[in-house]
């Protein structure tokens, strides 16, 4: 995939660099640190295979999984709940038939979630649907920073 990301690159950084304060849905985050590269490109390539290139907004926690998945997800539980992971969460218009479902369904939602291990660099849970975390339950894992796949 090579889309022009030059602008969305240079103004992160300028956002970035400058430590301003980025308003989303009437919270407000300091965005004090980058979320890594490995972490947006993984994101990029999960909202291109389910289907929106352009989600409206992705946030990127620094937390461990088991706290991650079961805000994520509602409940689950998991092996390793210490591993060290970036819980990610994107909201857009998702559709996919890569995951396997009883029925052989097409999965589609307005949310799409993630865990990405901070070791090894790789995906470890997702989800697709229309369930979304409240901001405070997200809040609770750590600060949100705001960043485009």
């Not at 890569?98 to 989800?127: C, E, H, K, W, Y």
């Amino acid at each position: 995939m090579n889309r022009v990301r030059g602008y969305g690159i240079l103004a992160g950084s300028i956002l970035l660099a400058g430590g301003l304060w980025l308003f989303t849905r009437s919270h407000v985050y300091a965005t004090t640190t980058a979320v890594p590269a490995y972490v947006v490109q993984l994101a990029d390539k999960v909202a291109v295979s389910n289907g929106d290139p352009t989600p409206t907004l992705a946030y990127a926690i620094r937390t461990t999984r088991g706290p991650a998945e079961s805000v994520a997800t509602g409940g689950d539980s998991v092996d390793s709940p210490e591993a060290p992971v970036y819980l990610v969460v994107m909201y857009g218009q998702f559709t996919t038939n890569q995951a396997p479902t009883p029925n052989g369904a097409i999965l589609t939602g307005s949310v799409v979630t993630f865990t990405v291990n901070r070791q090894t660099q790789q995906m470890m849970d997702g989800s697709i649907g229309n369930y979304s975390p409240s901001l405070a339950s997200l809040e609770s894992l750590g600060p949100l920073e705001s960043f485009t796949p």
